[in-house]
């Protein structure tokens, strides 16, 4: 069963054929870019100087570049709610983040009573 709102597709095998040896000729010339002519004026360089197998690119190694990358990422400056509020936090001592700690649960367990008291438990 087909589509009975689609279009009927044309069978492949439904026009004349043709036979084995009459396929259309190949294309004879492919396209060249511009820059590619032999009168052109723009001088194309390809690589430098020769490296060695596992030299990078910058000269350095891969592990001082990761801690280059850390340290630029530790070192950026981002503004916005929830990066000033992990700024404070970072500024706490333990004993302050204790403290903070302990005043949240105190306040939540005060919530806690709060609403027992009003359902009459």
């Known amino acids: 069963m087909g589509n009975l709102c ?3 597709s044309k069978d492949g095998f439904d026009g004349p054929g043709r036979t084995l ?3 259309p000729a190949p294309a004879t ?8 002519n032999a009168g ?3 001088k194309r360089t ?5 490296r060695t197998l596992g030299e990078s690119n910058s000269g350095s190694d891969p592990r001082s570049a990761a801690a280059a990358a850390a340290e630029a990422r530790a070192n950026k ?8 509020k992990l700024d404070a936090q970072k500024k706490l001592t333990p004993t302050k ?3 903070a700690a302990a005043k949240e649960n105190l306040a939540y367990r005060d919530a806690d009573a709060n609403t027992k008291a009003s359902q009459h438990h």
């Open 21 to 23: 040896g009459s396929a």
């Open 97 to 99: 983040q204790l403290q």
């Open 40 to 42: 052109s004026t723009q």
């Open 29 to 36: 010339k492919a396209s060249v870019p511009v820059t590619a």
């Open 6 to 8: 689609g279009k009927q």
């Open 46 to 50: 390809v690589g430098g100087p020769p």
């Open 77 to 84: 400056n981002s503004t916005g709610d929830l990066q000033k």
